[in-house]
């Protein structure tokens, strides 16, 4: 990795079109890159419109299975069969006809779709602030870290052993019965250990990049640690940084709805991934249409950003140098 | 050789870690805004007096942290809130039985298959066995196990009503938690041990094997079994987390009476000296793994072994 | 065998094209090499990097990537191994023929002991069974030199130095007995002394068991002690082909001049050396005439247009340069070949053939 970085040091966007133009030829990463899009759009979309608000609770519509028009015969329409009894739900509920549901409503009556969007949002959301968090801290331990002398070095890196020997399930558990859950709070008990694979990757890269010559030269130049951090490390390091960051987004993903799925995370009525499968499992083995949707939607997120992760490190690392 | 040193030295920052968890948990833990008292409105003051002095709740708290470390190293954990009078350590020496089953259970089949598929996945590189082992490998690595649990409850335990839907009497109704929680190690095995044996298969010794006549299966089975399965050894640590953190779900979807179900009902009643002891359990055991995971690796591998002898 | 004057014939090559198709284009490895090997006969196959040797000898052991085309005949015996099944070439390989190659200490299986890696093709090709193989591993470890077999067949190879676990190789190698071993550079890793020993080995070996050999290096100067024969290949074609005496003190090929001319040791000072400028052809290039043209300072005209065949010397000895062409103008060769070919007419005072124009 750092071999192409070196190489192309004079013409930054050839390596960055380099590895884009690899990972364009990778038909599962990019089309994973397309799945994300689209979740991150529609996520998005919901701050504005949803089909229902995922809020309202319709006592006279509860339990509905989904229907959207035109898709019927997919199965979408709206008839399910609880206890050897076949019914047209909507029908029975009185529901007006041009009222569709189309993944159906929950034993409140609030319609699912609508959860999901905003539930795909907050997950997201949560995902995101811990990456963010995780990329900071673990970019500036690494990079004080690794420019650092010796001692300072050191002593920084022990405390990353002792904090690395601690399981993450156990900190964010610990955390979270502390702590009130909330959006926030979670982000935050997930950096706690989050932030050290990034640490150690970026103070590796600063070893690697601290005794080349260009870094050497501008050192003659005067030039400042901070200065050489920001201005040749931090760069020289994108590609690392990037695949480290969309390994971690799954992760942060998966902790969120993890937790909200036992109890720990977001409480309902807050809609996350986690809480819908919460509150969908509950009545899974006869309503799974409730959970199935939200574990879909779970999945095909974790595959997309697995896959594409895997896309970009070999894109950006095609030699498999930085493997581990 | 240098071994010895590094053991050592790998026990020191061990104790020192499970220092810092003991000591964070407990302080954490009594930092706890919620009250352990599950119908805390009904008592009376002079219960809930009653109540603190046995559990030592209304001593100084330095006091109490001494008198758990104390009790920590005599194997006396405390006593949960939420059973009265049971010893926590009663409380899970009962589940740990389950929790190691379905553990070792899960590991085993988990990483088995994954060797196979890893193998075969390699020997047929570019096939569409090896597409179809890689969408295997990217599922179990992505979807959660509690997903997949759920997923195999419905389906194999409601619908086709061919194993038993939850709980944990004989070995059938063991098949559903292990295969949901053996999803990851299986993936994450088949992945590991795929990229290693295609690097085996283009090896100088692969080559100079086949110029003697071995097939590609045979080298695969002969000689990339040995070198891929050897470091998958290091990844036993990762996989130990991710069992723990499966386990808890796992083991609550299908109700095994495991140390994962316990904690959550435990962190869902505030039922602090039940969760301190699991959490101090899940860090020693992460510590003790990754421990012996690298001496072991050390130890086994032939190119950092420095003595002699042959296995067979 | 190694008596008789005329052996039978264990290797034929004739006319051996391999084509790699890669996505940049398709690469003419070989262009149609042809030689013979007699039973218990070395011949050296010296050429630089790039050359075709290497891919030579893979494709007569049916090892080459999927994405090879290989054209012509290699006759092992009279079996044709051609296009021959994988199943069939499974069997003759270790059996009948086999290989040695370059880097001794990746050769080796890390994980497994040396004695179970010389077992395997034992046991594999039924010439030992479980029982007796122990033995057998004793004696192989023990014939190529190992001491204490006994003990350090239960050792795994990073406990061998390079020129044991090349010895081990060998050893893995000879297990079956084969007719015919191709070894691949099995010298250029290891430092000079240990050279030696594992040269002297191999001709050991070869003469014990009659096993013709095909040694591939891109040292000219290894070659002298144990080739029986010389063929020097430039740009997928064997360019000079004769008996090691032919080809070192009477060569005619211009390229055989500049590797000779570059070996060190042959009392000339560095500036005398004669190096041949330029580079080969790269795997795409496209080839007009004779590839060695543009590297040719004695290049004339027709080297540019059309590629030479190979020109009888003798009837041993064969080159494929235009200056052997009848009409070819007389050059003088550089002086330090000049003063080999005087050498050779002392030691061939009838000067046979030697019809160069």
Known sequence: MSATALTDLGKPSGYWADSWARLKRKRAAMMSLGVIIFFIAVSLLSLWFTPHNPNAQTITHINLPPRIPGLGWLGFDGVSTIAGVTQDRYAAAGVPADVNYWLGTDGLGRDLLSRLLVGIRVSLSIAGLATVLDLSVGIIYGLVSGLNKQRVDTVLQRFIEVLAGIPTLVVLVLLLTVLSPGLFTIAVAMVITGWIPMARLVRAQALRFRDQEFIVAAQALGASRTWLALRHVLPNSMGVIVVQTMFSIPSAIFFEAFLSFIGLGLRPPMASLGTLLNEGFQTFTFLPFQMLAPMVALSVLMVAFNLLADGLRDAFDPKGVGRI | ?312 | ?357
């Open chain 2, 1 to 312: 050789m240098g071994l010895a040193k590094y053991a050592l030295r790998r026990v020191v920052f061990m104790v020192v870690t499970m220092w810092v968890i003991i000591t964070a948990t407990f302080f954490l833990m009594h930092l706890l805004p919620g009250s352990p008292y599950v119908n805390l409105q009904k008592l009376t003051p002079e219960q809930l007096e009653i109540l603190n002095t046995r559990y030592g709740l209304n001593r100084p708290i330095l006091e109490q942290y001494l008198l758990y470390f104390a009790n920590l190293l005599t194997g006396d954990l405390g006593t949960s809130f939420q059973f009265k009078n049971q010893p926590v350590t009663t409380l899970l020496a009962g589940r740990v039985g389950a929790s190691v089953q379905l553990g070792v259970q899960a590991l085993l089949v988990g990483t088995s298959a994954g060797i196979v598929v890893g193998v075969i996945a390699a020997v047929k590189r570019h096939t569409p066995v090896d597409s179809g082992a890689t969408i295997v490998a990217v599922l179990g690595r992505s979807v959660p196990s509690f997903i997949l649990a759920a997923l195999l409850q419905l389906v194999v335990a409601v619908n086709l009503r061919l194993l038993p839907i939850a709980g944990w009497r004989d070995f059938s109704s063991t098949i559903l938690p292990t295969l949901a929680l053996a999803m990851a190690p299986l993936a994450d095995s088949a992945r590991f041990v795929r990229t290693e044996m295609v690097e085996v298969l283009e090896s100088d010794y692969a080559e100079l094997a086949r110029a003697n006549g071995l097939s590609t299966q045979q080298i695969a089975w002969r000689h990339g079994v040995r070198n891929s399965v050897i470091p998958l050894i290091t990844l036993l640590g990762p996989m130990t987390v991710n069992l723990l953190t499966g386990s808890l779900v796992v083991e609550n979807i299908f109700a095994v009476p495991g140390i994962g179900e316990q904690f959550v009902k435990s962190v869902l009643n505030n039922d602090y000296p039940t969760i301190m002891a699991v959490t101090i359990l899940y860090s020693g055991l992460f510590l003790l793994v990754t421990f012996a995971v690298d001496v072991l690796y050390s130890i086994i591998d032939p190119r950092i072994r420095l003595s002699g002898g042959g296995r067979r």
């Open chain 3, 1 to 357: 065998m190694s008596g008789q004057s005329e052996a039978e014939t264990v290797l034929s090559v004739a006319d051996l094209r391999v084509d790699f198709t890669t996505q940049a284009g398709v690469v003419h490895a070989v262009r149609g090499i042809s030689f013979d090997l007699a039973a218990g006969e070395v011949l050296a196959v010296v050429g630089e990097s790039g050359s075709g040797k290497s891919v030579s000898a893979r494709a007569a052991l049916g090892l080459l990537p999927g994405n090879a085309t290989v054209d012509g005949s290699i006759l092992l015996g009279t079996e044709q191994l051609v296009g021959l099944s994988e199943q069939r070439l499974r069997r003759i390989r270790g059996n009948d023929i086999t290989m040695v190659f370059q880097d001794p200490m990746t050769c080796l299986d890390p994980t497994m002991s040396v004695g179970n890696q010389i077992a395997e093709p034992l046991l594999l090709h039924k010439v030992a069974t479980r029982r007796d193989v122990s033995a057998s591993v004793v004696e192989l470890l023990t014939r190529v030199g190992i001491e204490n077999p006994e003990r350090r067949r239960k050792q795994y190879p990073h406990m061998f130095s390079g020129g044991q676990r090349q010895r081990i190789a060998i050893a893995i190698a000879i297990a079956c007995r084969p007719r015919v071993l191709l070894a691949d550079e099995p010298t250029t890793a290891l430092d000079v002394r240990v050279q030696a020993q594992i040269l002297s080995l191999l001709g050991e070996l070869r003469r014990e068991n009659a096993m013709a050999m095909v040694f591939i290096t891109h040292d000219l100067g290894v070659v002298a002690g144990i080739a029986d024969r010389v063929a020097v290949m430039y740009a997928g074609r064997i360019v000079e082909i004769g008996t090691t005496d032919e080809v070192f003190y009477h060569p005619q090929h211009p390229y055989t001049w500049g590797l000779l001319g570059s070996l060190p040791g042959s009392g000339q000072t560095a500036a005398q050396l004669y190096a041949i400028p330029g580079a080969p052809p790269g795997p795409y290039a496209q080839i007009h005439g004779d590839a060695f043209a543009p590297r040719n300072p004695y290049a004339q005209r027709i080297d540019w247009e059309q590629e030479p065949p190979l020109f009888p010397v003798s009837a041993t000895h064969y080159a494929a340069t235009w200056l052997l062409a009848p009409d070819a103008p007389t050059v003088n060769p550089p002086p330090e070949i000049a003063k080999r070919w005087r050498k050779y007419a002392e030691f061939t005072p009838l000067g046979t053939k030697v019809d160069v124009s």
